[in-house]
């Protein structure tokens, strides 16, 4: 089945400091979903990528879709206390499957 | 309000005692699923349904029963519940299968079995 890595595992970081989470596949993605799922809270829903080399922003979050459509990534620039969660990428599998990476963790030090 | 609900939120049972997890979503949405969550695993899918009466497996369905009886409905059952199957397990539902479309997700069920 489908296999999307998603790295780092953990990352923390001083207020203000940027940050990226990437998502890589071995296979050509149709499409990608980030989700965000704060502490103790269930994931929601941020964004979906479609096309190659697509680039959506919302306010100080970037996130990119590769040209050959096979990764993806979510930046935060400037991160606040606000942004600390687990960041997921999803992909759907052939036959309606939603796979999700392993989420990458993020704190943030006030 | 525009929800997906599971009851109950947090449940510690025992092996081999057989339980159900209820999901409800009132958005009309014909896409629902079961995950667990797992830590350094990520989200793992157990089962999905496409609509009514419609099920499939996902990546971790062993031990693990749907219905989808109804389209707003979609229980989790654990015939006999065994300890490797405590976990946070999410619902969630989307519009449809096709993959333009987001999912909402419960607010979790915490299922401890001992």
């Known amino acids: 089945g489908q296999q999307v890595m998603q790295i780092p595992q953990y990352q923390h970081v001083q207020e203000g400091e940027d940050f990226t989470t990437y998502c890589n596949s071995s296979?050509?993605?149709?499409?990608i979903q980030w989700y965000k799922q704060r502490p103790g809270g269930h994931p929601v829903f941020l964004i979906q990528l479609v096309k190659s080399g697509e680039v959506k922003k919302q306010k100080r979050l970037t996130f990119q879709f590769g040209e050959a459509k096979k990764n993806s990534s979510l930046h935060i620039t400037a991160t606040q206390t606000t942004d600390v969660g687990t960041y997921f990428c999803a992909v759907m599998e052939y036959g309606n499957k939603l796979v999700f990476g392993a989420g990458t963790i993020l704190r943030v030090k006030s | 309000e525009a929800q997906v609900t599971q009851n109950p939120r947090y449940l510690i049972t025992v092996t081999g005692k057989k339980l159900t997890v209820t999901c409800s979503q009132n958005m009309n949405h014909e896409y629902m699923s079961w995950y667990r969550q797992d830590p350094g695993l990520g989200l793992r899918q157990i089962y999905y349904s496409m609509n009514v009466e419609v099920t499939d497996k996902g990546d971790v369905p062993e031990g693990y029963k749907v219905s989808r009886k109804e389209k707003r409905n979609f229980p989790l059952i654990l015939e006999s519940p065994s300890p490797n199957q405590t976990s946070l397990y999410f619902c969630?539902?989307?519009?449809?299968?096709?993959?333009?479309?987001?999912?909402?997700f419960g607010p979790g069920t915490r299922l401890t079995v001992t």
């Open positions: 969630a539902s989307s519009l449809n299968g096709d993959y333009t479309y987001e999912q909402y």
């Open positions: 296979t050509t993605l149709s499409n």
